[in-house]
């Protein structure tokens, strides 16, 4: 059974750090470009960054490029990782863990970790 599980989210005052992480089961893990997607209240999906099947390339929306960092094992857990610092308020949001792989257009989505940012 294919599982993506986000955990890492919480509370953390403005400027604080936490890390995300997305854990993988049942689909082989470097076959898959890995992003994290995140809502805010009220609001659509936003693609927040990706890293493509080796970690070699990654990507970043403009609103997190330079606070936000993402990476990947593909050695030991199958697992990906955003490691978010400078939080602000406008970073609140559920964050969700997304698989791609690209030849098949095969994806898939893990259930989110809420993130809140606030004093």
């Known amino acids: 059974e294919v599982q993506l599980v986000e955990s890492g989210g919480g509370l953390v005052q403005p400027g604080g750090s936490l890390r995300l992480s997305c854990a993988t089961f049942g689909f082989t893990f470097d076959d898959y470009t890995m992003s994290w997607v995140r809502q805010a209240p009220g609001k659509g999906l936003e693609w927040v960054s990706g890293?493509?099947?080796?970690?070699?390339?990654?990507?970043y929306a403009s609103s997190v490029k330079g606070r936000f960092t993402i990476s990947r094992d593909n050695a030991k857990t199958n697992a990906v990782y955003l490691q978010m610092d400078s939080l602000k308020p406008e970073d609140t949001a559920v964050y969700y863990c997304?698989?791609?792989?690209?030849?098949?257009?095969?994806?898939?989505w893990g259930r989110g970790t809420q993130v809140t940012v606030s004093s």
């Open positions: 890293i493509n099947w080796n970690g070699d390339i990654t990507y």
């Open positions: 997304h698989g791609l792989r690209i030849l098949t257009s095969t994806n898939y």
